[in-house]
């Protein structure tokens, strides 16, 4: 199957769930053009209807959203010497910020989530924007105990934006980035600072040397106007 053959399989797969259609995000001097759900709105109005949203954070499309704080470790991954290197997005959602650090020269990127329909939404923009034979898809879930045994060699990267909101996970993701993550690699989470869980600085700085950082950034808003916003930074390093 050629990719245009997989990326036409995959939005009529797609499309049996959604109504989408590949809208342009602006990155430096080149545009990457990423699947989003039409009228979402009215796709939650139908969930809610249904009685299908029972956990909001769970339960509703939120991997379909472009998250300011994926384009923003996106960019940041250029300073990490990223050539050659390998990355692994966690609780990748449709993949932007994998997208975005593709033009670094990673030379294996591997998109994660747990949820199927966010790895279709990653797997299409990947073809659609040409970079179908340098990210792939995997399910991966944090909280499964072991080693991956796809991922014997770990990663010299491991990233993740907005993921650290449920602090269930932040148990898990410590143990997860401790087995898989290579020697002399590094660990990047991005969480907007209204949303920032101190819990996990703390429990990581157990295992890790924990560096944080800051980042402002002005993102266009969902009411149309310039918004601020702070995002911090978190970087895990082996002692």
Known sequence: MTPDEELSALLARIRQDFDVA?????????????LSIRNMPTYINKLLQRK?????????????????????LG?????????????????AGCGVLSLV???????RMVVSD??????????????????????ETARVDVTAPGRDPRFPEGF???????LLYLESLHRPLVKFVDRHLAPGGKALFCT??????????KLAAKT????????????HGEDGQDQRRLYSILILERP
């Open 22 to 34: 590949f809208e342009p995000l602006a990155v430096d001097d080149s545009t990457l053009e990423i």
């Open 52 to 72: 299908a949203v029972r956990d909001p954070l769970k339960d509703l499309p939120l991997w379909a959203k472009v998250w300011p704080g994926s384009f923003v």
């Open 75 to 91: 960019r940041l991954l250029r300073k990490y010497a990223p050539e050659g290197k390998s990355l692994l997005e966690l609780g």
């Open 101 to 107: 650090a593709a033009r670094y020269g990673f030379a």
């Open 114 to 135: 747990v949820v199927e329909d966010a790895l279709r939404f990653a797997r299409a923009n990947a073809l659609h924007n040409g970079l179908g034979q340098r990210l």
């Open 156 to 162: 010299d990267i491991i990233a993740a934006s907005e």
């Open 192 to 201: 907007d600072m209204a949303r920032a869980q101190p819990h996990f600085a």
């Open 208 to 219: 890790f040397r924990l560096t944080e950082g800051h980042i402002g950034v002005t993102a």
